[in-house]
């Protein structure tokens, strides 16, 4: 099995920044792409960032140029940079992994969550 562990939420003002961290550990053989979800109180959970393991990225329309995926595949560990946040990024933050455990096919991994908070 594959687990991931998030670090890094809290409460920023506007215009602030955060950075959050997610290390997966357990048997893995392989992890295909890492990203980062967030749902906020009401919504539904959607895809903020995600990139595979060639680095390659992708980010809803609403953070880009202020958010910044990345990943040491080495660690095993995604990170999500968050500049000039705004109240409207208020959400839990969840890490998602595509990966594969030793003796197991490719499935989907996440989080427990981590609370990022936004005051204006």
């Known amino acids: 099995q594959v687990q991931l562990v998030e670090s890094g939420g809290g409460l920023v003002q506007a215009g602030g920044s955060l950075r959050v961290s997610c290390a997966a550990s357990g048997s893995i053989f392989s992890i295909d792409v890492m990203g980062w979800y967030r749902q906020a109180p009401g919504k539904q959970r959607e895809l903020v960032a995600r990139?595979?393991?060639?680095?390659?990225?992708n980010y809803v329309d609403s953070v880009k140029g202020r958010f910044t995926i990345s990943r040491d595949n080495a660690k095993n560990t995604v990170y999500l940079q968050m500049n000039s946040l705004k109240p409207e990024d208020t959400a839990v933050y969840y890490c998602?992994?595509?990966?594969?455990?030793?003796?197991?096919?490719?499935?989907?991994?996440w989080g427990q969550g981590t609370q990022v908070t936004v005051s204006s």
């Open positions: 998602h992994a595509f990966a594969s455990a030793y003796g197991l096919g490719y499935d989907n991994y």
């Open positions: 990139i595979t393991s060639g680095g390659s990225t």
